[in-house]
Nanobody, 125 residues
Framework: QVQLVESGGGSVQVGDSLTLSCTLS????????MAWFRQTPGQQREGVAS????????SYAAAVKGRFTISQDNEKKTIYLQMNSLKPEDTAMYYC??????????????????WGPGTQVTVSS
């Protein structure tokens, strides 16, 4: 059974940096694609960043491009989300997602079958 576990969330000030980690376990083969999503109460889950393991290609939401960086450690089956210049609007629950069948990156939530429980990020001004 595939399991995803996020870590690294917390409370920071505007302009600070934070790095989230997500480790995949329970699957003998690496996933094709992993991604970070975020969600605030009453809002739909929003794709933040995605990475395609086979060639390392990435994609980002416009709201975070240039500030966030997604990266991977295939040996550890772990992805990271380096978040710089954090803003109050980045406050959300951040979720890690994995797909075993996507070819390429995707910021569409329904493309992912496996999800972590989430980690909260709060940015205060």
């Amino acid at each position: 059974q595939v399991q995803l576990v996020e870590s690294g969330g917390g409370s920071v000030q505007v302009g600070d940096s934070l790095t989230l980690s997500c480790t995949l376990s329970g699957n003998p083969y690496p996933s094709n694609t992993m991604a970070w999503f975020r969600q605030t109460p009453g809002q739909q889950r929003e794709g933040v960043a995605s990475i395609y393991h086979r060639d390392g290609s990435t994609s980002y939401a416009a709201a975070v491009k240039g500030r966030f960086t997604i990266s991977q450690d295939n040996e550890k089956k772990t992805i990271y989300l380096q978040m710089n210049s954090l803003k109050p609007e980045d406050t959300a629950m951040y979720y890690c997602a994995a797909s075993m069948i996507i070819e390429g990156t995707s910021l569409v939530s329904r493309a992912y079958a496996f999800w972590g429980p989430g980690t909260q990020v709060t940015v205060s001004s």
